[in-house]
C-alpha cells in the first residue's frame, strides 16, 4: 500500500500506521455488535438496495445534496432504511447548508454511538440502535438546545409523514 503526502498530513503518524495496517479505525457496530435485528450479509443484500448496503452495512457515505431527505420538510418521523427503526423527528430536523439531512436530536432508542478513527481523525459515528446500520455522524457546531449536529445518510434513511 502507497501512502501519499495527503494521506500523512490528514492523519498524522498514527494515521499513516492505521493505513499501512489497514485498520479504520472504527467500531465494528455493523459487523460486531449484538442488535435485536440481525441478518446475515446475503440477507441484508437480498433486503437494501445497493446504495444502502454500501452505506448502512459498509459505513459508505452520499455525496452531499444528493439525497431527497435533505430537502424534506413535512411533519413525520425518519426510519432506518434497513429495519424500520425510528430515528428522528422531523420537529430536531434543520437545515446545516452541509447537503446530508441534519438533525439536534435522535428519538429517545432510535440511534447508539461509536468511536469513529478512520481518516486519521476521531469523530462520533452514529448507527441504529436497532440493527447497527450506519447512519452518518454526530458533531458539536449544532443549534441549540442540543449544540448536536446529527448529519446522517439519505439513503440510510426512509421517511413516514404523519398522519393528517
Known amino acids: 500500500m502507497q501512502i501519499d ?6 492523519g498524522g503518524a498514527t494515521g499513516a500506521l492505521a493505513i499501512m495496517a489497514g485498520c479504520s479505525g472504527r467500531a465494528e457496530a455493523t459487523e460486531g455488535g449484538v442488535f435485536p435485528v440481525r441478518y446475515s450479509e446475503a440477507q441484508w443484500r437480498e433486503r437494501l438496495t445497493p446504495a444502502e448496503f454500501r452505506i448502512l452495512r459498509g459505513h459508505g457515505t452520499e455525496r452531499p445534496f444528493s ?3 435533505d430537502d424534506e420538510h413535512r411533519r413525520g418521523t425518519f426510519i432506518c432504511a434497513g429495519c424500520n427503526n425510528r430515528l428522528f423527528s422531523s420537529a430536531t430536523k434543520f437545515d446545516s447548508g452541509t447537503g446530508w439531512p441534519s438533525f439536534y436530536r435522535p428519538l429517545a432508542g432510535g440511534v447508539g454511538t461509536t468511536v469513529d478513527t ?3 481523525m476521531t469523530r462520533t459515528e452514529v448507527h441504529c440502535a436497532d440493527c447497527g ?3 452518518g455522524h454526530v458533531f458539536r457546531d449544532g443549534p ?3 449544540g ?3 448529519c446522517m445518510n439519505g439513503t440510510a434513511m426512509d421517511f413516514v409523514p404523519a398522519r393528517s
Open 5 to 10: 503526502r495527503r494521506s500523512l498530513l490528514a
Open 67 to 69: 439525497s431527497p431527505l
Open 118 to 120: 478512520s481518516l486519521g
Open 133 to 135: 446500520g450506519h447512519l
Open 144 to 146: 441549540r438546545p442540543t
Open 148 to 150: 448536536l449536529r446529527y
